[in-house]
Each structure stands twice: as C-alpha cells, then as structure tokens.
C-alpha cells in the first residue's frame, strides 16, 4: 500500500494542530504549577547507600535479588572486609543493610555509624555493591551471562544527616540476562 504525498503532508498537518491543541490548553507558565512533595522515606528509616534494580527483561522491579555491600576501603582490610546483606523489596530497592556475621565489624554496626566513625566530614571510603544475578534468574528459569554484577564506586562525606559532608548514595542497576547499566542516582 502506497501513501501519496498529499495524504502524508495531511495526516502531519493533523498531528501538528493536536500537538498545537495540547500546548495552547496547556497551564500557562505564570500559573502555579504543583509543587513536589518532599519523600516519604527518611534518612532516620534509609541508609546513606541505597540502590535500586529494574529487571529490563520484564521492564518490572528486580525483587528478591540478594546484594551484598561490601566496605574494600579502611577501617576493612583485605582479610577481614566489612560487609552488609540485603535482599531487594517487591519495589526493587535496598533501603537499609544489615551486617554480615563474617565479618570484623560488629553485629550492630551499620552503613551510618561506620561512615560517621571516619575522622574527616571529607573522608574517602571505597565500595562495592555485588548483585547475585545468576541464581535469581535461574530460580525464574531465565538462563543469564552474568554470575554476579558487582559495582563498585567511592563515597565521600560521614554517615550522618546533620554532619558536615554528609551526602546520600545511590546506586541504581538496569538489569537483564545479557546487560547492565548503573549510573549515580540521586
């Protein structure tokens, strides 16, 4: 089937006159605009690094992938890494991490206190975040290139909201079988 030249300039001319419609019932830009709520998630209920899996397979959150979060950094050492464990929530998100009996750092050591613990609000600490990704595709009877995706990145700043330096980090992963991605997220 073979569109004619006219029928393509007409069905544009269409599309723009819609396109033309929206924006002119559009607000205008002196109206007030919606303002954005604050998040409902606390820093008293998140630690300071957080991240987020989407299964791009499914295009849907990557829930109940187990991650480990590991300090690669002092006050860890190579025979005793400091290390916390999570499991994603049905949103894909880890918000909190708890420690690993393994490892040096006490039962009740978190990501906050540690980070607070460091003797400069600039202090440099280095991480990985390692996410199981072979067995939980398996268990879904997906078959996956990746073993594991580990990210590791560098935190700046101490653990705790109200100090100087403080910062919040997030690692967000877009996963699938055959790829990954991550970025800085906010």
Known sequence: MEISHQDSESRITNRLALFQHHLTHALPLSAPRPTKQPPTTTMATRDPITCHVLNTLTGTPAANLPVTLTLLSPPASPS??????????????????????????STSETVPTLLASLPAADSKTH????????????????????????????????????????RH??????????????????
């Open 127 to 166: 991480w990985a975040v390692r996410f199981e990704v072979g067995p939980w595709y398996e268990a879904q009877g997906i078959e996956s290139f990746w073993p594991e995706v580990e990210v590791k990145f560098t935190v700046k700043g101490r653990g705790r909201e109200d100090e100087p330096g403080w």
């Open 80 to 105: 005793s890494p400091v290390a916390f464990h999570a499991t994603t929530n049905a949103d894909g998100r880890v918000a909190n991490w708890t420690p690993v009996g393994s490892s040096s750092a």
């Open 169 to 186: 980090y997030h690692v967000p992963v877009l996963l699938g079988p055959w790829n990954y991605s991550t970025y800085r997220g906010s």
